[in-house]
């Protein structure tokens, strides 16, 4: 019998029951599907602990990058500091544009490299130069003419930094040191002629007032003559006929010196500037608007007679001292011509 579905429920009051079809399992698919998922959870898992433990053992060179991004962005912040300071510094003492000579001495050179550290790997020469080069920028940017022995690593005879000096007119000298001694002395030493010049001594005075201001690890005070011998004086405060004065700005045999030059560089530069600029007020070389007030090169009158009567005397230096190859003189114990 064939009826319709309308058929059966019209004489069985239902609807007719339907063999349910048979659904066809498709084994191979789900087997496969699950394998898929498998393999796809295993990977997720596996890059997560991959990231993890990627983060996890990177963690110190995270801190390491940090911290290099860290010093490369203290770095950048230094070098714009340092290149607004090239354009924005305001010195807070000033003469008029070109008034004044001031010759700046960075000590030794080259071959001759002056004192080292206790490693023997730093060099006084180096580090003079670095002082030397940041003085004569803070000089300039004062209104000060700059006259420099040397702006190189070179070799410049005693007598020709002298010659130098003199030559230009300069009006002030300064000759910019590190110092060395095998024992428990640190801080900054000054040395102006024996005959106690006043501008000399003022000169020096100034400086050290300043440097001091900044921070020293001692203030070992102004000081006459030559290390070890007051008799005689350093070359360079003999054969200058301005008031000059050589700084020893600190020892590098001692650690924390080193570290307060090298954190105060440009600090010490400014100081030093600014305590050379001020001994030209305090003399009168300049008026209080900062023009020249004297015609002629300032000369150090005391310690011109002073060398006179020296090279009458032919002083010899405590200490031991040898010829160089140049005839100069120097002290082998201090590694510090005169
Ligand atoms: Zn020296």
């Known amino acids: 019998m064939n009826m319709t579905d309308e058929e059966f429920e019209r004489i069985y009051g239902r609807k007719p029951y339907k063999k349910q079809k048979k659904v066809k399992i498709y084994w191979g698919r789900i087997?496969?599907?699950?394998?898929?998922?498998?393999?796809?959870?295993?990977?997720?898992?596996?890059?997560?602990?991959?990231?993890?433990?990627?983060?996890?053992?990177?963690?110190?060179?995270?801190?390491?990058?940090?911290?290099?991004?860290?010093?490369?962005?203290?770095?950048?912040?230094?070098?714009?500091?340092?290149?607004?300071?090239?354009?924005?510094?305001?010195?807070?003492?000033?003469?008029?544009?070109?008034?004044?000579?001031?010759?700046?001495?960075?000590?030794?050179?080259?071959?001759?490299?002056?004192?080292?550290?206790?490693?023997?790997?730093?060099?006084?020469?180096?580090?003079?130069?670095?002082?030397?080069?940041e003085v004569q920028k803070k000089l300039e940017a004062m209104g000060v003419n700059v006259v420099m022995t040397r702006d190189d690593d070179t070799f410049v005879d005693l007598g020709d930094r002298c010659e130098i000096a003199n030559d230009a007119k300069a009006d002030l000298f300064v000759s910019l040191h590190r110092n060395s001694y095998d024992g428990d002395i640190s801080g900054v030493e000054i040395w102006v002629n024996n005959a106690e010049p006043e501008y000399d001594t003022m000169l020096g005075q100034n400086i050290m007032d300043k440097l001091a201001s900044v921070g020293i690890s001692d203030n070992r005070g102004v000081q006459y003559g030559y290390v070890g011998n007051p008799g005689v004086n350093y070359y360079i405060n003999a054969d200058t006929v301005m008031p000059s004065c050589l700084v020893e700005l600190g020892f590098l045999t001692v650690e924390e010196d080193n570290r307060l030059f090298d954190e105060h560089l440009e600090d010490y530069g400014r100081a030093i500037a600014e305590?050379?600029?001020?001994?030209?007020?305090?003399?009168g070389l300049v008026d209080s608007d900062g023009n020249r007030a004297i015609s002629e090169q300032l000369l150090s009158a005391e310690k011109h007679i002073n060398r006179a009567e020296d090279d009458s005397q032919e002083p010899t230096p405590a200490g031991s001292f040898e010829t160089d190859t140049d005839g100069e003189v120097y002290n082998t114990q201090e590694n510090e011509y005169y």
Do not use: M, Q, W
């Open 275 to 283: 305590g050379i600029v001020k001994t030209a007020y305090d003399i």
């Open 31 to 133: 087997i496969a599907a699950a394998v898929i998922l498998i393999l796809v959870i295993y990977l997720i898992v596996k890059a997560i602990t991959g990231v993890y433990s990627l983060i996890k053992g990177d963690k110190n060179d995270t801190s390491d990058s940090k911290a290099k991004t860290a010093s490369a962005a203290a770095a950048g912040t230094k070098a714009k500091k340092n290149k607004e300071d090239v354009s924005e510094y305001e010195p807070t003492i000033t003469v008029a544009e070109g008034s004044i000579t001031v010759c700046i001495d960075a000590g030794h050179g080259d071959y001759d490299g002056g004192t080292t550290d206790s490693t023997g790997t730093r060099f006084e020469k180096t580090d003079n130069l670095k002082i030397a080069l």
